[in-house]
Nanobody, 115 residues
Framework: QVQLVESGGGLVQPGGSLRLSCAASGIVFSIYNMAWYRQAPGQQRELVATITSGSSTNYADSVKGRFTISRDSVKNTVYLQMNSLKPEETANYYC?????????WGQGTQVTVSS
């Protein structure tokens, strides 16, 4: 059974930083691509960043230069380092594993950016 478990969300002040983690189990993590999405209340889910099995990365324009996605294939974990956070980035952040006809999602972790 494949599981993706996110952690690291919470309340942070504008301009602050958070590091999200997503631990994968039940699957050969290293051969799949990974992504982070976010969804704010009443809005569509938005792609934030992707990292391929070969560790190539891509980012939404709105987070370039502030967010960094990385992966650790020993720990079967993908990370999202978020710096200079803005209030409008308050959302539920989801981890996604995809590729080779596989598509799995975590349950999400809430990030609230507020003073």
């Amino acid at each position: 059974q494949v599981q993706l478990v996110e952690s690291g969300g919470g309340l942070v002040q504008p301009g602050g930083s958070l590091r999200l983690s997503c631990a994968a189990s039940g699957i050969v993590f290293s051969i799949y691509n990974m992504a982070w999405y976010r969804q704010a209340p009443g809005q569509q889910r938005e792609l934030v960043a992707t990292i391929t099995s070969g560790s190539s990365t891509n980012y939404a324009d709105s987070v370039k230069g502030r967010f960094t996605i990385s992966r650790d294939s020993v720990k079967n974990t993908v990370y999202l380092q978020m710096n200079s956070l803005k209030p409008e980035e308050t959302a539920n952040y989801y981890c996604n594993l995809w590729g080779m006809n596989q598509d799995y999602w975590g349950q999400g972790t809430q990030v609230t950016v507020s003073s």
